[in-house]
């Protein structure tokens, strides 16, 4: 994982479920190209064609909310968002994200200080936001120590193999 993350931005509303991250009826997709180009769809079908790899999601309050299945996460990473920055995250989301490699960051008013296609630099570690064209600085909450570790590892997975020895 990246720990300085730069890239431009989507902005989300408040609310957006698992199933607008990924619909339901793409669930029986299994190629991770695939999977990708439908992510957000439940949003706006334009999302993925227009998102470019290593871009940022900013989002609202609640981001990840609805069901418990990881392909919303997997969707964001196959898209090829390198981050989720949001007001706020479903609990059960966050932990998906995070145990897939996926770093996320609250930060609370972050969706609206941001629009479509501002840079910003990302310090995960820290857990800070610097928008490119101002330089403004906006601190964000930072990432547990064992929540950072996994990411660090590149995931769950990861974390587990190493420790068993494979």
């Known amino acids: 994982m990246e720990k300085l993350i730069h ?3 989507i902005v989300l509303g ?5 199933d607008q991250i990924y619909p339901g ?4 997709l299994v190629e991770p190209a695939e999977i990708g180009r439908h992510c957000l769809s439940g949003v706006d079908e334009n999302i993925a064609p227009d998102f470019k790899k290593g871009d940022i999601v900013i989002a609202g309050t609640n981001f990840g ?3 418990s299945r ?6 964001l990473i196959n898209m090829g968002a390198s981050a989720v920055v949001a007001d706020s995250f479903a609990r059960i989301f966050f932990r998906n994200s995070i145990n897939l490699g996926l770093p996320l960051i609250v930060c609370k008013g972050i ?3 941001l629009k479509k296609g501002d840079g910003i630099a990302l310090d995960v570690e ?7 064209s101002t330089g403004e600085v906006i601190q964000g909450e930072k990432i547990g120590e064992y929540a950072l570790h996994i990411l660090e590892e590149g995931g769950i997975k990861e974390v ?4 068993m020895g494979k």
């Open 111 to 113: 969706s609206k200080k």
């Open 7 to 9: 890239g431009n931005v």
């Open 14 to 18: 408040n609310n957006i479920d698992t």
């Open 160 to 163: 587990f193999k190493k420790r």
């Open 25 to 28: 009826r793409y669930l029986d």
């Open 65 to 67: 909310c609805g069901s």
């Open 126 to 132: 820290a857990g800070t936001i610097t928008i490119t």
């Open 70 to 75: 990881e392909h919303a996460p997997i969707a």
